[in-house]
T-cell receptor, first 113, second 112 residues
Framework: GNSVTQMEGPVTLSEEAFLTINCTYT??????LFWYVQYPGEGLQLLLK?????DKGSNKGFEATYRKETTSFHLEKGSVQVSDSAVYFC????????????FGKGTLLTVNP | DGGITQSPKYLFRKEGQNVTLSCEQN?????MYWYRQDPGQGLRLIYY???????QKGDIAEGYSVSREKKESFPLTVTSAQKNPTAFYLC???????????FGPGTRLTVL
């Protein structure tokens, strides 16, 4: 079956620090990969995505590269801000099976001033 | 503005009562989904629908029911058969292709 494993949190950083949140996956077929962000008390927002190997998704200073050889999709940001404090979810969707987004358990990020 | 609305934001229910959560979208999406979120467990799929008057069970459908009478609407009923209904419920929608799902703001259900 399909599964997503992401690093457990919580992760606490100081403002302007470098962020990495690891995500690895197992999937049948060729998945699309996503990072979603959830701010306190809100729904999920798509942060970035990549649909094929070696694609790089980027948005708001966040980046993640689809690495098929290591089955990974690690999220990075060079300089975090207090406003980046949220829960980050890695997810996958196997091509064509639109109904099935498989999520990791989420990583809580707290950025201190 | 296009988007997904869920109501109410907070909902309290007594044990033994059914309760219905609303989800409406004006994105003209064909597919709609319901997820349940519990602390430390990520999101789990309850039901999904890819066309009006048709829907399929997800991973944790027991104790829930849905309907899809209109393209824009996909209400979820949490029945008294659901043993542990206290959770945050998220509705999402998407086109049939590509595969990005867009989420509503969620409803937090608490059983008293």
């Amino acid at each position: 079956g399909n599964s997503v494993t992401q690093m457990e949190g919580p992760v606490t950083l100081s403002e302007e620090a470098f962020l990495t949140i690891n995500c690895t996956y197992t999937a049948t077929g060729y998945p699309s990969l996503f990072w979603y962000v959830q701010y306190p008390g809100e729904g999920l927002q798509l942060l970035l995505k990549a649909t094929k190997a070696d694609d790089k998704g980027s948005n708001k200073g966040f980046e993640a590269t689809y690495r098929k050889e290591t089955t990974s999709f690690h999220l990075e940001k060079g300089s975090v801000q207090v406003s980046d404090s949220a829960v980050y979810f890695c997810a996958l969707n196997v091509g064509g099976s639109n109904y099935k987004l498989t999520f990791g358990k989420g990583t809580l990020l707290t950025v201190n001033p | 503005d296009g988007g997904i609305t869920q109501s109410p934001k907070y909902l309290f229910r007594k044990e033994g009562q059914n309760v219905t959560l609303s989800c409406e979208q004006n994105l003209n999406h064909d597919a709609m989904y319901w997820y349940r979120q519990d602390p430390g467990q990520g999101l789990r799929l309850i039901y999904y629908s890819q066309i009006v008057n048709d829907f399929q069970k997800g991973d944790i459908a027991e104790g829930y029911s849905v309907s899809r009478e209109k393209k824009e609407s996909f209400p979820l009923t949490v029945t008294s058969a659901q043993k542990n209904p206290t959770a945050f419920y998220l509705c999402a929608s998407s086109t049939l292709a590509p595969d990005t799902q867009y989420f509503g703001p969620g409803t937090r259900l608490t059983v008293l």
